[in-house]
């Protein structure tokens, strides 16, 4: 975390209820063997028997697995149809992933670790951390990641994959100035945003580690509630929060960099 980081401090006492959901969430997040899971199912569902040999362990471990994840909500179970056999096709249980389901475990973890949760007692920042540094291994590819906070595009997942990002709105006049692959792409609907073909802003890496710039944008750009100077470098770390322009058609990005990066 960025030592000069002015995000609150949450204090929460060990009998709180807060405290044990938060518990067992990172209990059931701190196993690598169901982000593996969650890594398989990202594409399509499949049954435990798939999954079982996916993540090489029993069907009975593999069913403990699948049982805890469906109890945080992150995956579901629907009937379908097995691979055939000489004995015809029989129906199966078949998991998936919900509907934003990896965004969320992201978006949940990072407001934790933005709002440096200090829980009088116990060890639970120490676990989040942890858990953190687990997800950014089995599903992130250890890859520094932005994600969005609130409005139409909340919970998106930008990986941080190149040494300078441009970020901003689609310039619908102007769609051969911007690439999906390398820039950061907002919704329309962030109208405080500049069009990234000016660009609002900029992602940059070297070897001193990750920056952020303000491209001389009107709404201007925040880190951690402090404005940053217009087209000056500043250092971002894990856990930091980024508001371009401000109010309801401004953007938030938390940014998680892995301890690696």
């Not at 129906?91 to 934003?100: A, D, K, M, N, R």
Request: glycine content about 8%.
């Amino acid at each position: 975390m960025n030592p000069a980081d002015k995000s609150p401090t949450i204090i929460v006492h060990e009998d709180s209820d807060s405290l044990e959901e938060l518990s067992e969430y990172l209990d059931v997040l701190s196993s690598s063997a169901r982000l593996r899971i969650l890594k398989f199912l990202e594409k399509k569902p499949r049954d435990v028997r798939a999954i079982s040999k996916e993540i090489e362990t029993s069907y009975e471990n593999t069913k403990k697995h699948l049982d805890k994840l469906l109890s945080v909500g992150v995956i579901k179970k629907e009937a379908g149809l097995g691979a055939p056999t000489s004995k015809g096709i029989h129906p199966v249980w078949e998991y998936s992933i919900v509907p934003g389901g990896f965004e969320a475990i992201i978006r949940n973890l990072g407001i934790f670790s933005n709002t440096q949760v200090l829980i009088m007692g116990s060890d639970i920042s120490r676990r989040l951390e942890k858990v953190k540094k687990t997800l950014s291994k089995e599903v992130l590819g250890n890859l520094p990641t932005a994600i969005v906070l609130g409005g139409p595009d909340d919970g998106k997942v930008f990986t941080l994959k190149h040494d300078q990002i441009r970020i901003g709105r689609i310039d619908p006049e102007r769609k051969d100035a911007f690439s999906p692959d390398t820039d950061i792409i907002f919704s329309d609907s962030y109208t405080a945003v500049t069009r990234v073909s000016k660009p609002h802003g900029k992602f940059l890496h070297n070897s001193e580690g990750w920056h952020i710039e303000d491209c001389g944008s009107t709404g201007g750009t925040k880190l951690n509630t402090r404005r940053l100077e217009k087209n000056t470098r500043v250092s971002i770390h894990d856990g930091d929060l980024i508001e371009f322009s401000k109010g309801l058609f401004g953007v938030k990005l938390l940014i998680i960099i892995p301890q690696e990066n």
